[in-house]
């Protein structure tokens, strides 16, 4: 089976698509692997070293991960750290479903576009010739399948994303909120 040219016209998108959020999805895979949120157990044993008023280390922690850095800081410059880290760890997850969503459109022009190409090969042929018509069906299959190939791992891998830079949001707003605390003698 061969695609005339014009269903090229539909796929490219589709495969641009596909390869920057695959390259994006290595990436915040990388750095939410790589600077994960803390377990339960790991993040109470250091909550409890910053309450107990230990020398603030980030033993333990990845060179660069967020609590790390919060705790390597001045204290006055702790808030905007935290902040500048959290925004990092966010950066470009909210582009998977808008990838996700410009896939499934763009398959779903190219299903459009196809069932038009075949409708018009059944006009111009006068009669329900099956081998006019599978190209344009074939074109919306292929579409529709390329387009759902592209969005359902993008809205998989942003929730996943989500949840990790929501718990470390969470573990750094309570990080801050102990440190700034007063001392207990």
Known sequence: M??????????IPILAVSVYAVALILQKAYQTTTHKPLSDVHFERLLEQCQSGYSLSSEGLAPRHPLAL??????????????????????????LPILANVA?????????????????????????????????????????????????PCLGFHAVFQRKADRMASQLETLLDVLEEPRRE
Request: charge should be positive; include cysteine.
């Open 104 to 152: 499934t459109l763009l398959g779903l022009f190219g299903t459009v576009t196809g069932m038009i190409l075949a409708f018009l090969a059944l006009r111009a042929g006068g009669g329900a010739d099956p081998a006019a018509l599978a190209g344009g069906i074939a074109q919306s299959l292929i579409a529709t399948a390329l387009g759902l190939m592209a969005a359902v």
């Open 70 to 95: 919060v705790l390597e800081v001045p204290t006055i410059q702790r808030r905007r750290c935290a902040q500048t880290e959290l925004s990092r760890y966010e950066d470009r997850i909210s582009y």
């Open 2 to 11: 061969s695609l005339n040219p014009a269903s090229l016209f539909f796929l």
